[in-house]
């Protein structure tokens, strides 16, 4: 039986119980459970969202949270924070965070302030984020004195980069110390960081994957296990924030040269690979091409341009680690050739790759980059999707042999043949003769 106030036994209510009064406290959460909204519901009013807008004001906030003074005025759907919306669930349900907290948003402003561009109020040309998500704090300040929860999207820092090749560079003097991009005898880097969640606008979205946006909101909804009942319910809202890893900008030298057609600028779009990344693993090509990305931008900077890395949070070609591993297990129990590369993956996932790039020049655009010097990638899908969007590459840069390790020319030449750029010409025949090792 649980104990009850009038179960207890009187020492343990206290001797002062009597003088204890009960604060009514205003719900949290609406009563009964609001499941999904209509746009016909009497409450509903959405505040305006008019995406691609000349101003910021014009567009309107973005405004997503559930909480009873926003939920009539909710015009996205979704939650903030991407994959970490759910960790940020459970510190409310483990009641370590008020459902009802508000940020403070003092001295947060950005270490950088970009100039609003063209590329902001095309519609055209942002779709997956909002130009506006670094300055929601001053420009949408009206909405949080008035109480609502309206969060910025976008943060701009400054940072030093530690990275072991960097270091390794700098001591064989292929990388100078010049005290404003490379600072020291450490290797140390200075960069501006830009971090971005993706604020999608559902109709840009489905043009850019060339199918109708009814298609777009059904899909998301079911593959989602039904997440997101709005979607459906509400076409009249056009953002969605969806539960996935956003991407984080390195930038390197004066971040206003990125917009500068007379700069030079080298660029690396990388898509995440925890693995290699981060533990080195050597099965594919991607730290390596990575700090080799950040060396070369960082020599183009230190020549009078700037340089670029964008991190995309998209393991595993978007497919994830767990299935990445598997894949792994199919490559290494099969004699891991390079002939059956694509097809390992296709027979557990169904698709070989799910990055899909054709939301990735977003970011380029809110820069204002026009034209990109040298580009630092292989891949003919990034190339094909940056071009597709009115951006200019005049080089394209490839992986230095020596730094492709060796149980990784599986993957690199099986690319190569599928349509990465590269001088080396690698037929159908020549995959049959590149294994990995067994493990």
Same mark, same amino acid.
């Given at each position: ?36 909204? #209509? ?249 390596? #091409? ?37 894949? #792994? ?90 349509? #990465? ?19």
């Amino acid at each position: 039986m649980l104990a009850t106030e009038q179960s207890r036994p009187a020492e343990c209510n206290g001797a002062h119980a009597h003088e204890k009064t009960e604060e009514v406290k205003k719900p949290l959460y609406s009563r009964p459970v609001v499941l999904t909204t #209509y746009p016909s519901q009497s409450r509903i009013d959405p505040f305006p969202m008019n995406w691609g807008a000349a101003t910021a004001e014009e567009r309107g906030p973005i405004t997503v949270a559930r909480s009873i003074e926003t939920l009539p005025h909710r015009n996205a759907v979704g939650a903030h924070g991407g994959s970490y919306s759910v960790y940020n669930a459970l510190a409310v349900a483990g009641g370590f965070l008020p459902p009802d907290h508000r940020p403070n948003f003092e001295l947060t402003e950005p270490t950088f302030d970009f100039p609003e561009l063209d590329s902001w109020h095309d519609p055209k040309k942002i779709v997956a984020m909002d130009p506006y998500g670094h300055l929601t704090p001053s420009v949408f300040k009206k909405y949080l004195d008035e109480g609502y929860d309206v969060r910025p999207t976008i943060a701009i820092t400054r940072a030093h980069l530690q990275v072991t090749e960097i270091q390794r560079s700098v001591e064989n003097g292929s990388l100078p110390i010049d005290g404003k991009i490379v600072l020291n005898e450490k290797g140390d880097i200075a960069v501006t960081k830009v971090a971005v969640e993706p604020v999608w606008y559902l109709p840009g979205v489905a043009e850019r994957f060339g199918v109708d946006e009814v298609t777009l909101r059904r899909a998301l909804f079911e593959q989602m296990g039904g997440a997101y009942p709005e979607l459906i319910t509400r076409p009249d809202i056009k953002v969605f924030l969806p539960p996935i890893g956003g991407l984080t900008a390195y930038i390197f030298g004066p971040p206003e040269y990125l917009s500068d057609t007379s700069k030079s600028l080298a660029v690396r779009v990388h898509d995440e690979c925890n693995g290699s990344d981060v533990f080195q693993s050597d099965i594919c090509t991607c730290r390596p #091409y990575l700090t080799f990305g950040i060396e070369e931008a960082a020599k183009e900077a230190q020549n009078g341009g700037a340089g670029l890395v964008v991190y995309f949070r998209k393991e595993g070609r978007a497919l994830g680690e767990v299935v990445k591993y598997l894949v #792994y297990n199919k490559r290494k129990r099969t004699g891991d050739s390079a002939e059956n590369y694509f097809k390992r993956t296709e027979e557990l996932a169904g698709v070989r790759d799910m990055r899909f790039q054709a939301l990735m020049p977003d970011i380029l655009h809110w820069f204002g980059i026009k034209k990109i010097d040298r580009m630092l990638s292989m891949s003919n899908m990034k190339h094909d999707a940056i071009v597709g969007q009115g951006i200019k590459i005049l080089n394209r840069i490839t992986i230095p042999d020596d730094l492709i390790p060796e149980d990784s020319q599986v993957e690199i030449d099986a690319k190569i043949q599928s349509g #990465y750029f590269s001088e080396k010409k690698v037929t159908e025949d020549d995959l049959s003769c590149v294994h990995g090792r067994h493990w």
